[in-house]
């Protein structure tokens, strides 16, 4: 296998600043650093990158952004929670909206979806007995 895993999530974003408070102050996420272009954040074991789209565009380049803006929700990060109705009701007494509230799936999970200030789609679930 050449890639065995993911080590980090970059999301590029335009509002830093906003999407920073989401996921530090709203979400819980320890902050690991910041700098001029990015600020870091994580998940247990993974890093969590929020990259200004401008630092973006140098890394990768202007044609895949440009790309990445003609498709809209090519990814959904999806996170393993303890109890998503708890972790519902948590967020959304933090004012988090929620695209669709807890609902069992037919596949074995329970979830819940939601969008973080830039429309990053998430997925929050558990596992129930099928």
Request: with cysteine.
């Amino acid at each position: 296998m050449l890639i065995r895993r993911v080590d980090a999530v970059v999301l590029f974003v335009r509002d830093r600043a906003k999407c920073m408070a989401f996921y530090r102050d709203t979400l819980g996420l320890p902050v690991t650093f910041s700098d001029t272009h990015s600020d870091g954040l994580r998940l247990e074991d993974q890093d969590f990158v929020l990259l200004d789209i401008s630092a973006a565009a140098q890394m990768v380049s202007e044609e895949a952004l440009a790309l990445q803006r003609e498709v809209s929700h090519t990814m959904l990060l999806c996170a393993g929670v303890k109890d998503v109705d708890e972790t519902y009701k948590a967020l959304t007494d933090k004012g988090v909206i929620f695209i669709k509230p807890p609902i069992s799936q037919s596949w074995g999970r329970r979830t819940a979806y939601f969008a973080d200030p830039e429309g990053n789609l998430w997925e929050l679930w558990h596992s129930i007995a099928t």
